[in-house]
């Protein structure tokens, strides 16, 4: 059984960071690509990083270029999304989402497993 699991999230000041998390079971975790997609209030998902099975291939989008990083843990199962100079437009339930095949995508519909999501809130 297939299992991806966010924690992470919660309130920061604009400028802060958070760092999320994506815990997985079940998965053969290295032939996967890894993504995390936000959605906010009154709008629709949007991709906003994602990376390789091998971890060679990261994609960002431009809104989060430069202030956020993806990585992955192959032994844990596990991947990550630090973020830094937070913003308010960040705000957002950010998911992670698991797509069965080593190569990605920025379509949220070829993501084949998602979490439950993690809110984050940027605000002073």
Not at 30 to 37: D, E, H
Not at 87 to 108: F, G, H, M, N, Q
Request: hydrophobic share 30%; with cysteine.
């Amino acid at each position: 059984q297939f299992h991806v699991v966010e924690s992470g999230g919660g309130l920061v000041q604009p400028g802060g960071s958070l760092r999320l998390s994506c815990a997985t079971s079940g998965f053969t975790f290295n032939y996967n690509c890894i993504g995390w997609f936000r959605q906010a209030p009154g709008k629709e998902r949007e991709v906003v990083s994602s990376i390789s099975a091998d971890g060679r291939r990261i994609y960002y989008s431009d809104s989060v270029k430069g202030r956020f990083t993806i990585s992955r843990d192959n032994v844990e199962n596990t991947a990550y999304l630090q973020m830094n100079s937070l913003k308010p437009e960040d705000t957002a339930v950010y998911y992670c989402a698991v797509r069965l095949i080593r190569y990605c995508s920025i379509s949220a519909a070829e993501f084949e497993h998602w979490g439950q999501g993690t809110q984050v809130t940027v605000s002073s």
